[in-house]
């Protein structure tokens, strides 16, 4: 079983900067892709970005050239620096893992972990 753990939401000023950071209670070399998505409220979950242990990356058009997606898997960790931040941002962040990057990417990961909230102010 692999656990994830988000952090490092918060409230923040349009424009602002947050890094989110996704731990996994696992060695994460074995799990083919992770991911992030987000939900706002009223809306769908959507996938925010994925990447494989490799390092290549899928974004989604909304976020390109704003958001940057990386892991270290010596520490077990996926992390999402989030820059240029419009209140459009604003929902709970979840990340997720799955040996498949196609199921990271469809938002139908095995593996999820609980969401981390950012709220961006106007």
């Known amino acids: 079983q692999v656990q994830l753990v988000e952090s490092g939401g918060g409230l923040v000023q349009a424009g602002g900067s947050l890094r989110l950071s996704c731990a996994a209670s696992r060695t994460i070399g074995s799990i083919n892709a992770m991911g992030w998505h987000r939900q706002a409220p009223g809306k769908q979950r959507e996938l925010v970005a994925a990447i494989t242990p490799g390092g290549a990356t899928n974004y989604a058009d909304s976020v390109k050239g704003r958001f940057t997606i990386s892991r270290d898997n010596a520490k077990n960790t996926m992390y999402l620096q989030l820059n240029s931040l419009t209140p459009e941002d604003t929902a709970v962040y979840y990340c997720?893992?799955?040996?498949?990057?196609?199921?990271?990417?469809?938002?139908?990961?095995?593996?999820w972990g609980q969401g981390t909230q950012v709220t961006v102010s106007s």
């Open positions: 997720s893992a799955d040996r498949s990057f196609g199921a990271v990417v469809r938002g139908e990961a095995y593996y």
